[in-house]
Nanobody
């Protein structure tokens, strides 16, 4: 069974940086797109960033960078200049193609909490 596990969340001051990591157990990891979403209480999951099997990225927010290591089966999210509104549970996801839609992804991690203080 495919398993994803996020790490790296925590408390950070506004203006600071944080790097999240996700390790994936799936075989043929290098053939899948990977994405990051986030969610706060009472809201739908929000698309953050995605990366294709070959390294192409789609990242609406320029403060963020996504990268992958196909040998290690990991994907990272680098977050800079963090704001209190970035506070959320961050999830990594696996799917067939890069897309900003939750429904396009077939496997999900359990999430890691990011809290940004003012």
């Amino acid at each position: 069974q495919v398993q994803l596990q996020e790490s790296g969340g925590g408390l950070v001051q506004a203006g600071g940086s944080l790097r999240l990591s996700c390790v994936v157990s799936a075989r043929a990891f290098a053939n899948y797109a990977m994405a990051w979403f986030r969610q706060t209480p009472g809201k739908e999951r929000e698309f953050v960033a995605a990366i294709s099997p070959t390294g192409g990225t789609y990242i609406p927010d320029s403060r963020f960078t996504v990268s992958r290591d196909n040998a290690k089966h990991t994907v990272d999210l680098q977050m800079n200049s963090l704001k209190p509104e970035d506070t959320a549970v961050y999830y990594c996801a696996l799917g067939p193609v890069v897309a900003p839609y939750e429904r396009q992804y077939t496997s999900w991690g359990q999430g890691t909490q990011v809290t940004v203080s003012s």
